[in-house]
Nanobody, 121 residues
């Protein structure tokens, strides 16, 4: 039912910053996660935010560098990425959480098409 659209990806140098957006169709607010998938790798958890912003989770590899937030007035979830590293290079997807473990991709239902982030050294 809900459609998600990611934007904001691009190519940056090591240490640079990007801000990703995930905009959902309709009025329903979902607990939302960001995952990334590097070439030849499985989809990896990045960050999670509850629908009311009371709860956030981060993967250890991004904690302190990335910040997840949301603006429910425009039904958009953001991922502010700073101090980017080459290992952050991946296609970043947002998804709506169903149930289960927030760090498992299988717990999420709808997914966006993804936005490419490339960090060069």
């Amino acid at each position: 039912q809900v459609q998600l659209a990611e934007s904001g990806g691009g190519s940056v140098q090591t240490g640079g910053s990007l801000r990703l957006s995930c905009t959902a169709s309709g009025r329903t607010l979902y607990n939302t996660g960001w995952f990334r998938q590097a070439s030849g790798q499985e989809r990896e958890f990045v960050a999670y935010v509850s629908s009311d912003s009371r709860t956030t989770y981060y993967h250890d590899s991004v904690r302190g560098r990335f910040t997840i937030s949301r603006d429910n007035a425009v039904n958009t979830v953001y991922l502010q990425m700073s101090s980017l590293k080459p290992e952050d290079t991946a296609v970043y997807h947002c998804g709506t959480f169903n149930w289960g473990r927030t760090y498992e991709a299988g717990a999420y239902g709808n997914w966006g098409q993804g936005t490419q982030v490339t960090v060069s050294s």
